[in-house]
């Protein structure tokens, strides 16, 4: 808004008794400058004790038809909401802003919107601009105070489950056979990215089979429950043929 005086401001010198100044009608002053602005008086409004309007029989003196006035900034914050989500493959958005102290008629026009789709954590900082009534940019006409969220996608856990196998010495156990225990996947955990210790040629016992999982992870936490494998003890069958010897 352009600057107004306020009761007290306005005096004058010459006035009759009973008579006041009402209202001065200057220049515009509306944004805010380094050093004060001259501020011309283009009119005055006098009254008499009863109200009447008596201006007419007074003239403005040119020492008294200007003054210097100063606008400083108003405060302004500016904020955004904190976000966070599991990851699922869509994007976080981090919505609008808030502002708090804008003068009646300016707004902010926010020109970005921050979005997140991965595992991360980032600022929700979005582009914006401050404008008057008009449309025109009125950004430094404000001290702006910036309070800004965050936007948080937490990797998803997918919880792998390795079930159990049964061989007896001796049988070989391939990695495809192996990767068949895996239950659990999803997205992108696949099978093919967990990697087994070599049992083969192991002895008869008992193992516990837990893969370690070699892709990429910033989405996905992956845990995995063991599963056992069981090396059974292979059957033989012992035949002793018939002999005889002389004592």
Sequence with gaps: KPFSFRDGDVSATGLLDGHKIDSVVCTEVIDVAEAPVRCL???????????????????????SAF???????????????????????????????????????????????????????????????????????C??????????GTLTVHAKTVNVTVNGLVKVYGEQVS????????????????????????FNGCDAGTYVLKPVYDGETQNY??????????????KIAVRISDGEKEY
């Design 67 to 137: 003054t210097d006035v100063k606008i400083t900034a108003r405060q302004l914050t500016v904020s955004t909401a904190d976000a966070e989500k599991v990851y699922d493959g869509a994007a976080l958005s981090g919505g609008g802003i808030i502002a708090a102290g804008l003068a009646a008629g300016d707004y902010i026009s926010q020109t970005s919107v921050i979005e997140l789709t991965d595992a991360d954590s980032i600022e929700n900082k979005p582009s914006y601009e401050i404008l008057n009534a008009e449309g025109g940019i």
């Design 139 to 148: 950004s430094g006409n404000y001290t702006v105070t910036e309070n800004f």
């Design 221 to 234: 936490k992956v845990t995995v429950t063991s599963g056992l494998l069981v090396v059974e003890k292979k």
């Design 175 to 198: 990695d495809e056979e192996l990767r068949g225990l895996i239950s659990g996947c999803e997205g992108d955990v696949t099978v093919d990215k967990f990697a087994f210790d070599n």
């Design 41 to 63: 008086i283009t009119s005055v409004t006098v009254r008499d004790a009863f109200g009447a309007d008596v201006t007419g029989n007074y003239s403005l003196g040119y020492s």
